[in-house]
């Protein structure tokens, strides 16, 4: 857990939220500035979508490098979480596939992410039609597939673990992190960012950076910076598989979703099998939703993964719960200094923010210190995309 700090009257760098990506933020500031940084969080650390989050730890992006390789750089960071932060996570190496048809839009997909691992060094395998039996041999009609592309370095981790690992060495590194304290407004002078209004009094600082999750909009609107994210609810079940079943196959499952579905699998930590719809589009207010899976989808979930495994079709349910996107139109992010001089804003994940969270932390201490970053070309993150366009970069290529 993280030691609760005591909300000071000044500091040079406020970050709000307590997820992934704040705490991300919070530990990259510390480690290489001497900058004096304070986190505020409403909740607890990691209470949000990064609590309930299934952190898969892909590099898979079809031919879109440079998610890729922030998630190369990103995973490297998390396998030796405790050589660069001091703290211990969970992580479990789990090949994800990607099955696919010659000459459809999902096969194209699937192959374009090949060709992108390959040229970058990161180990993938073609596993062709005839070979899919073998190496995937619970998933009915697998062969009905022309190939898979393996992303053979994937695994997964732990949310909320992550992020308080993140907080634990940011305070160790002397960042104030103060939980249970909401920010309500960020104040403003001459268009310079002067502090932020809490629940528990200001705080005069100069820069603040909002990593807010589906809360970020309404700090954004305070300041007339217009933030185009939605909430929308996903729906997560956690599978007991048969005895027998887990004898049979050590590893359960790989990650992995069917070409056109809006669902996935990957195993779960203690034998478990984690399936989650994805992209449902169902928007919800972040304060007030449905935390249990509508029966209907817990039915049709079950039934899915049956049809796709069918030893599984006596598998228990362990668990059930729900959680949200922040999404954009394009599903691509926000990392950008927008509104008053000294604001930055990181959000927008889309479903798809854990695997880089040690690249955001990275590339928004490098906006606030240098203004720039080299990790990537930072404007394709840039706010002013849907200025000329309310889609951005347009619809999401990677709906599974």
């Not at 104030?176 to 960012?193: F, L, M, P, Y």
């Not at 528990?200 to 700090?219: F, K, M, N």
């Not at 932390?361 to 309310?390: A, C, H, W």
Request: proline content about 5%; overall charge negative; aromatic content about 8%.
């Amino acid at each position: 857990m993280v030691d609760r700090g005591t909300l000071p009257n000044s500091t040079d760098v406020i970050v709000v939220g307590g997820g992934i990506m704040g705490t991300s933020i919070a530990f990259f500031l510390s480690a290489q500035t001497d900058l004096d940084v304070t986190l505020v969080e409403k909740d607890g650390i990691a209470t949000g979508s990064t609590g309930d989050s299934s952190a898969i730890l892909r590099h898979h992006y079809g031919d879109q490098t440079i998610y890729s390789k922030m998630a190369w750089w990103s995973h490297q960071f998390y396998r030796n979480f405790n050589e660069e932060t001091g703290e211990v996570i969970a992580h479990i190496d789990n090949p994800l596939v990607r099955f696919g048809r010659e000459n459809t839009d999902p096969g194209n997909y699937a192959k374009a992410g090949y060709e992108t691992l390959q040229s970058l060094n990161i180990p993938v395998t073609k596993h062709e039609s005839e070979k899919l039996p073998d190496r995937y041999s619970m998933i009915a009609d697998v062969e009905s597939f022309d190939f898979g592309i393996s992303d053979d370095a994937a695994g997964y981790s732990d949310g909320s673990d992550a992020a308080n690992g993140f907080a634990r060495a940011a305070q160790q590194n002397g960042v104030t992190v103060v939980t249970g304290v909401g920010a309500e407004t960020i104040k403003v002078e001459e268009d310079s960012i002067v502090g932020v209004k809490t629940e528990e009094g200001d705080i005069e600082c100069d820069t603040v950076v909002v990593a807010a999750g589906s809360w970020t909009p309404r700090l954004g609107e305070k300041l007339g910076v217009d933030i185009p994210i939605t909430t929308t609810r996903e729906q997560i079940l956690i599978l007991d598989p048969p005895e027998a079943y887990k004898a049979k196959y050590p590893s359960l499952v790989p990650t992995t979703a069917l070409p056109g579905g809006n669902w996935y699998i990957r195993p779960d930590f203690g034998d478990g099998i984690l399936v989650a719809t994805h992209h449902t589009d169902e928007e919800v207010n972040p304060d007030h939703y449905d935390g249990n899976p509508d029966e209907e989808i817990i039915l049709e979930l079950t039934e899915q993964i049956s049809n796709m495994i069918p030893e599984l079709k006596e598998a228990g349910l362990r668990g059930k719960y729900c959680g949200v996107y922040s999404t954009t139109p394009d599903h691509d992010f926000i990392l950008d200094q927008a509104g008053p001089e000294g604001c930055y804003f990181a959000c927008g994940f889309s479903g798809h923010g854990f695997k880089h969270g040690p690249a955001i932390g990275k590339i928004m201490t490098d906006l606030v210190v240098e203004g720039t970053t080299d990790m990537v070309d930072v404007d394709f993150f840039s706010l002013d995309r849907f200025e000329g366009s309310p889609h951005g970069h347009g619809k999401a290529v990677d709906d599974v």
